[in-house]
């Protein structure tokens, strides 16, 4: 073993030089790399090393044929890191202690090639947390002074908090120290961190004990690894030669990861049979653990349903499956593989959501390895923010360090070109991308102002026909929040397939796999899907609408067998005027979208399931004309008096309160009411609600650093309601800041638009590649076009 020089230390990591191998095995045996040491049993090679540092190892093996990696402890036998992808393009990363004694275990699991090439490499982690006992606490911060001084006192901020309060990780008796003689109080939420994040984990040890088999198509008990994720697929497509066909999308992570799927139909790796595709993704963001496993359950759902139950026997037969479980692998690889925190605190790699791009943070914070850096888990680009639809918006950062950081430009990281390059050669008609957590299903538009498609009232009952079996609430996406450059809002918008975003599960984002995947699956309690079918009904309500014509476009006719059916369309599509990092607004960039999928012709008749030619964004928005006058505009006073401070609740501390109506036809039709106060100085903080007549809040506005509140309500039912507005934050020493310039307004309802039709470009190839004939095909949704005779030119004598 040859270990070289440490190279020139950064903050965190010290990098070992790489140690190289050739592995050789003469002949190719598929099985698991990682279930064990396999000693010296033929299509094994191994490789004694010591780990030079307390850190973690990363494996590479590459080279030809199809070879799969693992990494033991020596002594015990136990998996210390593996990767089992689909060719020899391994990469494990996992955590040792100076010293530990390893087996690196290479595993021909088929192919031709008889080596494979073996690098280990080493990154030494500091120990930033000393073996403290760690406690999660709640610190009083009433005022947003208060805030900003608990900021300044350089204590381990969370992500958590409220509006009276952050959350802050102790690290130690220093830190409550610092806090105490700082003058804060604080209440404690977690007093052992690491006793309760142990006591989560032991209750999934405890459920995979005791439940051999769960009720999931697997019969899985625990959160699958992501070479868990690998390895099954190529088992699944060993088990189901006809049925499945794994595949590896056309870019790597940026890790250099491989992205896997896997494809179900009757045949299956004849990818080009015009049947329309239903995609289920998971894990674009990386701690989303339970999204992964749905779509993983899909896949084994299908293939074990295929031939024993009637529905998905004649569903899978009308349709083909995609199932991209891990979108995220460097991401979700490090979430899985972290040593347990359970803070949200930047060195909680177990909370990462977003994927391993450095080049866009600073140049100090870009040096380590994505599992070890100085930016902890907050590198990287939100894969939910890069797609090109709508990029650039609101409810997406343009700070590299934000949770929802956009990335450099749209569809910047190899991910989302991944995923986008996937679905633009193929007739993806549905598509479903799992994340965590809400007990939600989302559709597009995913900001008010984009506007509800044309096509709205269908997309909406076939979100509510799944919500009906996960008891999730289904509504578009801007009502949760504001989001632009996420799955659907480029995929939908420019594809025309149906997409929606199923939030899984009520809190938490990998809650216990009991609750989290089995229940939420299965429809057990504690899901609210129990006894409803849960999301496996779910996704075979989406398998049946992707079988059903009603949804899609069908292209008929005939064409000589072997003939290349092709559609194609080229466009150029806006992003949101791209907002900068103080929120203005810039220019809109264009964005090219090339659709180009084909269909190899059966002879005879055929059916090229499609997407609708003509673009959602271009077919129009979907509205409703108004039957009435808004309702005039309506200024309010300020009432007399000066309400105390309240960071709490809205409603039960100090407020002031002004009524107002809403009025409905005959008299009035208001789509849209807006409330708005103002006041001096930026430094100053009211905020705004809304409630209805129930007392229940129905829209706010409470943002911090402005001038003014505007609280919209949009679809508002006639009726009473309040303005709740509550002093947040006044400047201590200044005179009072009140509120002025109350007043509501009123919107009528927008009728529908509808835009210009647009054509695929179809061409009928003959197998020598020469084209037999080009044409333009309109097609709305639910409608087939019959071609005739596909293969002849209009207009040109019959072809012999
Ligand atoms: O913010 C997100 O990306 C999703 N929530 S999560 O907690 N899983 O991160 C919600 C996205 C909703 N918006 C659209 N799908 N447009
Ligand atoms: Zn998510």
Redesign the pocket.
Known sequence: MALGVAVAAPPLAVAEADQSETLWAGQAVPRSCFAKPLGNAPGVDSVKTTAPVTGLVRVRLTGPGDWDVAVFDKKTGAVVAASAGLRTNEVADGYVTKDQELVVQGCRYGGNARTAQLRIGWTEVQDTQAAQRMQVVDVDTPTRADKRRLQALGVDLTEGGGEKSLQVLLHGPEDERKLREAGFTWKVRIPDLKKHVEANARADQRYAQRVARSLLPSGRTSYRHLYEYEYEIKELARRYPTLARPFILPRQSVEGRDIHGIEIAVDARHIHDGKPVFLNMGV??AR?WP?GEHAMEWAYELLTGYGKDARITSLVRATRNVVIPVVNPDGFTISREAPAKGDFSVFDYEMK?KNCQAADSPPDMRVGVCADNPAGRLRGV?L??NYPGFWGGP?ASANWRS??FRGSAPGSEPEVRAVREFISQRQVTTLI?N????N?I?????VYDARPPLDEPTYAALGQRMADHNGYTSEP??K??D??G????WSFWNTGGFG??F?IGPSS?HPPFETGVVAEYAGLPPAAGAGKGGNRAAYLEMLQATADPAYHAVITGTAPEGWKLRVHKEFATPTSPVLDSSGKAGEPIMYEDVLDSSYIAPGGEFAFHVNPSTRPYVAGRYGRDPVAPPSPPYAFENPPGQPAENTGDPLSGPHEEVPFTVEGPPRADNAKVTVHIEWNSPDTDWDLYIVDADGTIVAQSATGGTREENAVLADPAPGQYKAVIVNYDQVDGQPFDDWTGGKVTFENPKPTTTGVKEAWTFTCERPNGKIASVRSVIVDRGRTVDLGDACRQPGKRPRR
């Open positions: 674009h963001h989303e999204s959501r939100d939910n923010r409810g949770d929802t991308t994340h965590t957590y809400s939600l989302l559709r597009p538009p995913g996406s801007w949760l929040y989001t632009t996420s799955t659907e809002d929606f975003t939030e984002f």
